[in-house]
């Protein structure tokens, strides 16, 4: 990248654990587009053992769909002129299982609560969280640290001036379990330490010879207050300098990014706050993958981000129905369907994981199973995405440490403004209606939300190029990312079927909806209105019951979704009335092909 | 994305199979590239660190941690006997001695004089690698393990749980479609490896373990079945480890299933043989299926196996491997290149597929798996 001269065209790649994917970007008349999309298989493992394969592949894919000439042999053209070369080249990876952390702080509660939230939004997997009073005993730990062979340890503990000895203790055990890396046999495991100022120096007499060990600062620095950032930056470059260039090809491709390879998920959650902030909203993404399901958060500037690790469609899918329960999954399903053969097709799906559903049947089943993984993925988010525990008032740290837990979760859903979805059972639904009631269906939104999905799954190319230039990634991602479905209006509270929910004025018109319905009003994708939505008696949209709310809605490739089903949503015990109840909102808003006949 | 296809598991025989055998840590290999091997010969052997055991010290002496140096009888890195006294405190003039004993064998690995702990560790803990199956060494892996190669009859499975076994191959059943019921399975069948139909039930797995069948290869198992056996539900296919005194190998999948005719041909021809079986399954990137591994006679024949890097070819044979058409097996007919749409209204690359009943069937060439015979 040359410095200071303005990017005409953006090279970015993800490489994801299967397919890399490579976009194009360049600047048309003043703004930034999206020009195309190519892929190629990833190439990490045998028999190619060199991501840049991969990469290179899919780039050639770029080139082939768009007739530019990216490439001279291996090598990427700089700069970009007329048909030719990039100004620009940014990569994420995925590949090789993701980022494999383990973190450790003394109260589980607090600093090591404050560690996993550092470590999950670099977009690591944690592991485990080891801590002082986690009631195992230390050998244990021990043989936990060495059984699961992360790529990286992130220790914390202890307040600025607080405790010494309980820090010094986890880094013994760090160093008795004297753990190796999953890639390479050849280097020293990464332990980042963030805690307590006056336990470095004994923690770098314990670990400093057995670990690649990096010091940063407190990532809680006073119990008030987190300070996530140097832990999570020293991450990132540890991932770099130990992970990734451990991993095949990966020192190559290294040299040919402009900036550091990020985790894909840490790219994403980048995108997704500067999103956040640029448009002064709540934002919740969720990923939902063959074997996780990812959620990132914003609310009220606040970012949290976590990874259901056994919730996914393919690889996971098993657990989806151990975890939720048949009943939960069979209450969205409108047909009979006994238990055998519900335990028996999705244990079907998860031997063979890559197969998609070709009846009807099949994909209705499928979309139950997705609001149930999405459904779990919030409930583990709400709980991890808390307010800081144990900051009560005048309280020593000794009093803090015997305390139960304090923080309410942070997510908020009546102040969520908008939702993104991405992952094959959203981004691929045959009707992008489908997504959007999947959406509502698992994630219960209230008041008014907007919905959308990243069609192409786009979001990390943009999150590691908003770190170099926002306005490029914040443009394709208003334009090109993102498919808007549309907008969910939905009341909380219950009433008596029939009786009204709520009224929707719109200029001149007036439409009245009852408890238990849907609705589905077309506005098109580019399109805006202002509205008064004046719920009944049982009803609340945010300013109390039966008081009304002006707003202005955002259409979509869906539209306008009324839901009145009333929240919390309860679905008919009785087969027939839930057979029932479930084909009249399918009908309203057309989800399926059938949903007239059934 | 062109070639995109799910390469179907080996039931095949002849060919030349490698297996690599990996300590979990470095440590010596045992034998020489060329040495023959059986199944049980050890090959490569370690030792694991010992278990670390913590001891709170300056608690049980009662003293700050910075003193712990000036009680200690052991220093860093010596050897410890079990109830050998490794601290003592002088006490008052030599009276009320504390004296703390060191509460295994091993080493003492660390004293911290600032939490207190003492660190022991005891002694290393042997681990041995076998061959797995007859054959011989073929490459040797510097200071991890080997790779033994022999020519045999390979049949993968799609499931299985429990580990590497050996035994008697023993059909039980006379044809693919018939069901494992606990009637079928006696005391003879001690040490063998049964060769079951479509389906296993419950008191047959139970049966089994009961007079020491070592493993148990069929079609199918039911989900309620499987989970009634195990004592839990199976949430992610990572399996190998069940204790449950067999190894079971399903080769099409959850629910009654025939088990495909050529597998079942196969391993029945080899009644009496002596097999090498694992029910370990890892579906994930790197995947891993259970497999039957029969070695056979130097001489025969080695079968070239055929190269599937070009993809799909009309005339394939191939199973599909999803409901509604879960185990039907046909002959591929057309693969139109272009994307069509297909009853869910979803836009998949399809093919069309002539099944046994002369019917032809449009297919996501997702849901199908080339039989590899």
């Known amino acids: 990248m040359e410095k200071g001269r303005e990017l005409l065209r953006i090279l970015a790649t993800d490489c994801g654990s299967t397919t890399t994917k490579a976009i194009l970007i360049e600047k048309k008349g003043g703004e930034y587009r999206l020009v195309v999309r190519g892929e190629a298989p990833t190439t990490v493992e045998a028999p190619f053992e060199d991501v840049t394969r991969g990469a290179l592949n899919a780039v050639r894919e770029v080139e082939e769909l768009t007739g530019r000439e990216l490439l001279d042999g291996e090598k990427l053209i700089y700069p970009a002129k007329d048909n030719r070369g990039i100004d620009i080249y940014v990569s994420t990876s995925s590949a090789g299982g993701g980022l494999q952390m383990m973190v450790a702080g003394v109260v589980k509660e607090m600093t090591a609560e404050s560690a996993a939230r550092a470590a999950l939004g670099a977009g690591a997997i944690v592991m485990d969280v080891i801590a002082t009073n986690d009631r195992r005993k230390p050998h244990k730990r021990i043989e936990l640290i060495r059984d699961l062979r992360p790529d990286m340890i992130l220790l914390s503990g202890g307040i600025d001036g607080g405790t010494v000895s309980h820090v010094v203790e986890l880094s013994e055990t760090i160093k008795a379990a004297d753990p190796k890396p999953r890639f390479g046999t050849g280097y020293k495991l990464p332990v980042i330490f963030a805690g307590n100022v006056d336990a470095r120096e004994a923690v770098k007499e314990r670990l400093e010879d057995k670990t690649a060990l990096s010091i940063v600062d407190n990532l809680r620095p006073v119990l008030e207050r987190e300070n996530l950032g140097p832990a999570r930056d020293a991450i990132h470059e540890l991932f770099m300098e130990h992970v990734m260039a451990h991993a095949p090809g990966y020192k190559k491709l290294m040299k040919w990014t402009d900036v550091p390879i990020m985790p894909t998920p840490g790219a994403v959650g980048a995108l997704i706050q500067t999103i956040a902030k640029k448009q002064n909203i709540n934002v919740m993404g969720v990923d939902i993958g063959g074997a996780t399901t990812d959620i990132f958060s914003v609310f009220n500037g606040i970012f949290n981000r976590t990874v259901s690790a056994n919730l996914g469609m393919s690889y996971s899918v098993s657990n989806v129905l151990t975890e939720a329960g048949m009943e939960n999954v069979l209450r969205w399903v409108p047909f009979s369907l006994s238990r055998d053969a519900l335990g028996n097709r999705v244990r079907n799906k998860m031997i063979r994981p890559t197969t998609v559903p070709m009846s009807l049947m099949g994909l209705k089943l499928e979309q139950a199973l997705a609001r149930e993984a999405l459904r779990l993925a919030l409930v583990q988010h709400k709980e991890m995405a808390v307010g800081l525990k144990g900051v009560q008032q005048e309280r020593t740290i000794s009093d803090a440490f015997e305390q139960v837990a304090t923080g309410v979760t942070l997510v908020n859903m009546m102040e969520l403004d908008l939702i993104v979805g991405s992952g094959g059972a959203l981004s691929h639904a045959p009707r992008r209606v489908q997504a959007a009631l999947m959406l509502i269906d698992a994630f219960q939104p209230v008041g008014i939300t907007r919905l959308a999905v990243d069609s192409i799954f786009m979001m990390p190319h943009l999150g590691v190029l908003s770190t170099v230039h926002e306005k490029a990634a914040t443009e394709v991602f208003d334009k090109d990312c993102l498919i808007r479905l549309g907008t969910c209006i939905a009341p909380v509270g219950n009433a008596p079927a029939g009786k009204k929910a709520l009224e929707l004025t719109i200029g001149e018109e007036i439409i009245t909806i009852n408890s238990g319905e849907m609705k589905l009003i077309p506005l098109a994708e580019d399109e805006k209105i202002s509205a008064v939505i004046k719920p009944s008696k049982y009803f609340d949209m945010g300013e109390g019951r039966g008081r009304e709310v002006a707003a202005s809605l955002r259409g979509g490739v869906v539209g306008i979704i009324l839901d009145c089903r009333g929240r919390p949503l309860a679905l008919p015990e009785n087969e027939k009335e839930r057979f029932a109840k479930l084909n009249r909102w399918n009908s309203a808003l057309s989800i399926y092909p059938d949903a007239k006949e059934e | ?373």
């Not at chain 2, 034998?31 to 694991?48: H, Q, Y």
């Not at chain 2, 060494?137 to 033994?148: S, T």
């Not at chain 2, 097999?275 to 891993?288: E, H």
């Not at chain 2, 185990?327 to 057309?334: A, M």
Request: proline content about 5%; cysteine-free.
């Open chain 2, 1 to 373: 994305m062109a070639h995109a296809y799910t390469p179907g598991l080996k039931v095949t025989t002849n060919i030349k199979l490698r297996k690599e055998r990996r300590l979990p840590l470095k440590g010596n290999v045992v034998v020489n590239i060329g040495d023959k091997v059986s199944a049980e010969t050890i090959v490569a052997r370690t030792e694991l660190p010992g278990d670390v055991e913590t001891l709170n010290l300056a608690g049980k002496l009662g003293v700050m941690p910075s003193e712990l140096a000036q009680f200690m009888k052991k220093k860093e890195g010596d050897p410890i006997k079990k109830g050998e006294i490794i601290a003592e405190s002088s006490g008052f003039f030599g009276l009320f001695k504390s004296q703390i004993e060191s509460p295994i064998k091993g080493t003492l690995e660390t004293i911290s004089d600032i939490t207190g702990q003492l660190i022991l560790r005891a002694p290393p803990m042997p681990v041995e690698i076998d061959a797995y199956m007859d054959g011989k060494v073929a490459d040797i892996i510097e200071n991890e393990g080997v790779v033994v190669e022999s020519k045999v009859t390979f049949v993968q499975g799609i499931f299985g749980i429990g580990g590497e076994a050996r035994g008697i191959i023993q059909p039980i059943v006379n044809n693919p479609k018939e069901v494992v019921e606990a009637d079928l399975i006696d005391e003879s069948h001690r040490g063998k490896v049964l060769i079951g139909g479509s389906y296993v039930t419950k008191e047959a797995l139970e049966k089994a373990v009961r007079v020491g069948v070592i493993g148990i290869v069929v079609g199918g198992i039911g989900d309620a079945v499987l989970k009634e056996f195990l004592g839990y539900e199976i949430g992610v296919a990572i399996t190998g480890n069940e204790n449950k005194g067999i190894t079971l190998i399903v080769t099409e999948g959850f629910g009654k299933m025939n088990m495909s005719p050529a597998a079942f041909k196969l391993l029945s021809q080899h009644e009496g043989d002596r097999a090498s079986i694992n029910g370990a399954t890892q579906i994930r990137a790197g995947v891993l299926r259970p497999e039957v591994v029969v070695p056979l006679e130097e001489s025969s024949e080695i079968r070239k196996s055929k190269d599937y890097s070009k993809g799909l070819e009309k005339g394939e044979l191939v199973r599909i491997i999803r409901e509604p058409y879960f185990g039907t097996i046909g002959k591929v007919v057309e693969l139109p290149p272009n994307l069509e749409n297909i009853e869910t209204e979803s836009s998949v690359r399809i093919l069309k597929v002539r099944v046994e009943d002369g019917k032809i069937l449009t297919i996501p060439r997702a849901n199908i798996e080339i039989i590899e015979a």
